[in-house]
């Protein structure tokens, strides 16, 4: 049976596969084939609605949805090599817990997955304790190439790219606009701070707070 | 240092934080407030609180527990431990305003009181009654079907505010207002400070304009409604740290006026419990000019239907809420609304609520269950203070029909709900239309005063 909205045609029709147990039987005659291959039914254009295929099968939208605030912080502390962002053991992302929304099955029983403005504030206060530990941080996961200090071109956008694939798990190889951006951005701070490892800091803080860590 | 929304705006239009649009908030058909300097104040009891204990007792006298079965009724203050009988019923000097023995300072202004009775809930379920009570409509089974009213009073008023509508310990809804109306809520006063504090770790000098140019290079393009909320949510975050208005919130601070207001509101004693800190967030924020509506959680711990919890704690844990609202009050009936020569008090109207009552009966375990019947009390700007409306009955304590115009009983009237209170607020500002669609009249007996 033919089960593509819009008609019926040739190699890009959908088989059902046959009924499994005993004959096929055809459901517009009613005969009885064999269950070896699939018995078409002799539908014609006419008899098949027109209404075009709203959705294409290789579409596969859906909407983006935000990081729970757990995503984050373990997210965050295991790309960092453990840096946690709070003071002592226990994370200011669980000291936030309730403002931010996450359910505790008494007084709310659904989380708020909404980019909010506390959460966005939030965000960018771990990302700024986080990413000032994880540049300094001897022996750093952070960097890519070999000579931190280094401003050719060429390290920088290897580094930019390491970290879009740590903290945004993009594909070191997607030649994204985004990237020269982020080239910009180190490049503005070298000129304002005369610091690499502020321009790095800085960096690490946009990708962090970027949607394209949060959302996914 | 009082902050208005437009020069937050300015500043943050000036810093290409905000697009030009928001400046000017869209007005629902033709309904403008006829009432701009009034105030918000929503006090929320927490787990449904005990109308016999609070806003509408019984005298054990008329009401003993040997009858309870024949009027279903039982006061049963005498099973409460080392609750004095003289303290039984809290008389004030308003006819008919009599309160029950946890009332607390806010019997003291009786005369600003205007007290609900025999109100009629839908819902015993506590997240639909909460619901319910915040947004004046009954939800669709657990889903709300409007604004929290706040929101809705935040957008008609609100838009010269940096945070039109504060929120803490509560829930907050918004649908389908402007997301500048959405409550700003956190679970703490401190977590507000810190909200709107800078991290504790700094950027580099530079660093941040840097990276508010890099978001800004990343927004161009965008048409998505919820990406470009992303961003407009990332550049509010930061505007309200640059306001520098934290340190009106900052209730560890040793300053002068801070301690004197910790000890106005019974905050360094407990005696105004968990609500204390939070009304006085909603002073700092009413009178710093921070904000137009303030929703706070007052009173917690009343959800006691085991008989221990209803002898031992829901009594103080009401009390605690009552008197947290009552050093509002106070505090906002002492401080001059600019050079008008009325009060905050005059300028603001405080609503007291919960999302239902407890039974009049004790149930199997000596506790008492959750009731359908509530009561509501409002004080403040626009409110006809010194008077009860309506009137629970004397067999079961159960709602009667009220005079929406005259206040009192009337076969002809109506039963009160949280959509009438809701009406009646925004009648109170001068909106007669229905823009809420509570599909309920105002309750014009309360309306009055200032």
Same mark, same amino acid.
């Given at each position: 049976?033919?089960?593509?909205?819009?008609?019926?045609?040739?190699?890009?029709?959908?088989?059902?596969?046959?009924?499994?147990?005993?004959?096929? +039987?055809? @459901?517009? =005659?009613?005969?009885?084939?064999?269950?070896?291959?699939? $018995?078409?039914?002799?539908? &014609?254009? /006419?008899?098949?609605?027109?209404?075009?295929?709203?959705?294409?099968?290789?579409?596969?939208?859906?909407?983006?949805?935000?990081?729970?605030?757990?995503?984050?912080?373990?997210?965050?502390?295991?790309?960092?090599?453990?840096?946690?962002?709070?003071?002592?053991?226990?994370?200011?992302?669980? +000291?936030? @817990?309730? =403002?931010?929304?996450?359910?505790?099955?008494?007084?709310? $029983?659904?989380?708020?997955? &909404?980019? /909010?403005?506390?959460?966005?504030?939030?965000?960018?206060?771990?990302?700024?304790?986080?990413?000032?530990?994880?540049?300094?941080?001897?022996?750093?996961?952070?960097?890519?190439?070999?000579?931190?200090?280094?401003?050719?071109?060429?390290?920088?956008?290897?580094?930019?790219?390491?970290?879009?694939?740590?903290?945004?798990?993009?594909?070191?190889?997607?030649?994204?606009?985004?990237?020269?951006?982020?080239?910009?951005?180190?490049?503005?701070?070298?000129?304002?701070?005369?610091?690499?490892?502020?321009?790095?800091?800085?960096?690490?803080?946009?990708?962090?707070?970027?949607?394209?860590?949060?959302?996914? | 240092?009082?902050?208005?929304?437009?020069?937050?705006?300015?500043?943050?239009?000036?810093?290409?934080?905000?697009?030009?649009?928001?400046?000017?908030?869209?007005?629902?058909?033709?309904?403008?407030?006829?009432?701009?300097?009034?105030?918000?104040?929503?006090?929320?009891?927490?787990?449904?609180?005990?109308?016999?204990?609070?806003?509408?007792?019984?005298?054990?006298?008329?009401?003993?527990?040997?009858?309870?079965?024949?009027?279903?009724?039982?006061?049963?203050?005498?099973?409460?431990?080392?609750?004095?009988?003289?303290?039984?019923?809290?008389?004030?000097?308003?006819?008919?305003?009599?309160?029950?023995?946890?009332?607390?300072?806010?019997?003291?202004?009786?005369?600003?009181?205007?007290?609900?009775?025999?109100?009629?809930?839908?819902?015993?379920?506590?997240?639909?009654?909460?619901?319910?009570?915040?947004?004046?409509?009954?939800?669709?089974?657990?889903?709300?079907?409007?604004?929290?009213?706040?929101?809705?009073?935040?957008?008609?008023?609100?838009?010269?505010?940096?945070?039109?509508?504060?929120?803490?310990?509560?829930?907050?809804?918004?649908?389908?207002?402007?997301?500048?109306?959405?409550?700003?809520?956190?679970?703490?006063?401190?977590?507000?400070?810190?909200?709107?504090?800078?991290?504790?770790?700094?950027?580099?000098?530079?660093?941040?304009?840097?990276?508010?140019?890099?978001?800004?290079?990343?927004?161009?393009?965008?048409?998505?409604?919820?990406?470009?909320?992303?961003?407009?949510?990332?550049?509010?975050?930061?505007?309200?740290?640059?306001?520098?208005?934290?340190?009106?919130?900052?209730?560890?601070?040793?300053?002068?006026?801070?301690?004197?207001?910790?000890?106005?509101?019974?905050?360094?004693?407990?005696?105004?419990?968990?609500?204390?800190?939070?009304?006085?967030?909603?002073?700092?924020?009413?009178?710093?000019?921070?904000?137009?509506?303030?929703?706070?959680?007052?009173?917690?711990?009343?959800?006691?239907?085991?008989?221990?919890?209803?002898?031992?704690?829901?009594?103080?844990?009401?009390?605690?809420?009552?008197?947290?609202?009552?050093?509002?009050?106070?505090?906002?009936?002492?401080?001059?609304?600019?050079?008008?020569?009325?009060?905050?008090?005059?300028?603001?109207?405080?609503?007291?609520?919960?999302?239902?009552?407890?039974?009049?009966?004790?149930?199997?375990?000596?506790?008492?269950?959750?009731?359908?019947?509530?009561?509501?009390?409002?004080?403040?700007?626009?409110?006809?203070?010194?008077?009860?409306?309506?009137?629970?009955?004397?067999?079961?304590?159960?709602?009667?029909?009220?005079?929406?115009?005259?206040?009192?009983?009337?076969?002809?009237?109506?039963?009160?709900?949280?959509?009438?209170?809701?009406?009646?607020?925004?009648?109170?500002?001068?909106?007669?239309?229905?823009?809420?669609?509570?599909?309920?009249?105002?309750?014009?007996?309360?309306?009055?005063?200032?």
């Amino acid at each position: 049976m033919c089960l593509v909205i819009g008609g019926c045609g040739g190699a890009e029709s959908l088989k059902s596969p046959s009924m499994s147990g005993g004959d096929a +039987t055809d @459901a517009t =005659t009613g005969t009885t084939g064999t269950t070896d291959e699939p $018995t078409l039914p002799g539908v &014609t254009e /006419s008899e098949v609605g027109s209404v075009p295929e709203l959705i294409s099968p290789e579409s596969r939208v859906r909407q983006k949805k935000r990081m729970t605030v757990r995503q984050v912080r373990d997210s965050m502390e295991r790309i960092t090599g453990g840096i946690v962002w709070g003071s002592g053991d226990e994370s200011d992302w669980d +000291t936030y @817990a309730a =403002t931010l929304g996450v359910a505790d099955y008494q007084a709310r $029983t659904s989380s708020d997955r &909404t980019p /909010s403005v506390l959460f966005q504030k939030f965000l960018d206060d771990a990302a700024a304790h986080t990413c000032a530990r994880w540049v300094a941080a001897p022996g750093s996961s952070f960097f890519e190439v070999d000579d931190p200090t280094s401003t050719e071109r060429a390290d920088v956008v290897a580094n930019i790219e390491g970290l879009r694939w740590q903290i945004q798990g993009r594909p070191r190889t997607d030649d994204a606009p985004v990237i020269e951006d982020y080239v910009d951005l180190y490049a503005t701070m070298v000129r304002r701070t005369a610091s690499t490892s502020a321009a790095w800091n800085t960096v690490c803080v946009a990708m962090f707070t970027h949607p394209d860590f949060f959302m996914y | 240092m009082r902050i208005d929304r437009r020069t937050f705006l300015e500043l943050a239009a000036g810093m290409g934080l905000v697009s030009g649009a928001s400046l000017l908030p869209r007005r629902l058909g033709a309904s403008e407030p006829t009432v701009t300097d009034r105030y918000f104040v929503f006090a929320y009891f927490s787990g449904g609180w005990d109308m016999l204990l609070g806003l509408d007792p019984r005298s054990p006298d008329d009401f003993p527990s040997e009858r309870a079965i024949e009027t279903g009724i039982e006061p049963a203050y005498d099973t409460i431990p080392n609750l004095d009988p003289a303290d039984w019923l809290v008389e004030t000097a308003v006819e008919g305003m009599t309160f029950g023995p946890y009332i607390g300072g806010l019997a003291a202004h009786a005369e600003r009181l205007a007290v609900l009775r025999g109100m009629t809930m839908e819902s015993v379920a506590h997240s639909v009654a909460r619901r319910h009570a915040l947004t004046g409509k009954l939800p669709a089974g657990s889903s709300v079907r409007g604004s929290s009213v706040a929101t809705l009073l935040a957008y008609l008023l609100g838009q010269d505010q940096p945070i039109p509508n504060l929120v803490c310990g509560m829930n907050s809804f918004n649908l389908g207002h402007p997301s500048w109306a959405s409550g700003l809520a956190t679970d703490t006063v401190d977590d507000l400070f810190q909200a709107l504090s800078p991290g504790d770790t700094p950027l580099v000098t530079g660093s941040r304009d840097a990276l508010e140019s890099f978001f800004a290079a990343q927004e161009v393009g965008l048409t998505s409604p919820k990406a470009l909320e992303i961003y407009t949510n990332r550049r509010t975050a930061r505007a309200i740290v640059d306001l520098d208005i934290a340190g009106i919130f900052d209730l560890a601070s040793d300053s002068a006026e801070m301690v004197q207001l910790r000890e106005a509101f019974g905050v360094d004693s407990g005696v105004t419990g968990p609500g204390g800190p939070r009304a006085l967030m909603a002073a700092q924020a009413l009178t710093n000019g921070v904000s137009r509506c303030v929703s706070f959680k007052a009173g917690e711990g009343l959800d006691t239907h085991q008989g221990a919890e209803w002898q031992v704690d829901h009594g103080p844990n009401l009390q605690a809420g009552f008197d947290s609202v009552a050093a509002l009050a106070t505090h906002l009936a002492a401080t001059p609304f600019g050079s008008s020569g009325e009060s905050w008090l005059d300028h603001t109207t405080i609503v007291c609520m919960s999302e239902f009552a407890r039974e009049v009966l004790l149930n199997s375990n000596g506790g008492r269950d959750h009731n359908l019947i509530n009561t509501m009390v409002l004080l403040g700007g626009g409110i006809q203070g010194g008077q009860v409306i309506g009137q629970t009955s004397d067999l079961g304590m159960l709602a009667q029909p009220v005079d929406l115009d005259t206040g009192q009983l009337s076969d002809g009237g109506e039963l009160m709900t949280n959509e009438h209170v809701a009406r009646t607020l925004l009648a109170g500002i001068g909106i007669e239309e229905d823009v809420g669609d509570y599909r309920e009249a105002p309750i014009r007996a309360l309306l009055g005063g200032a």
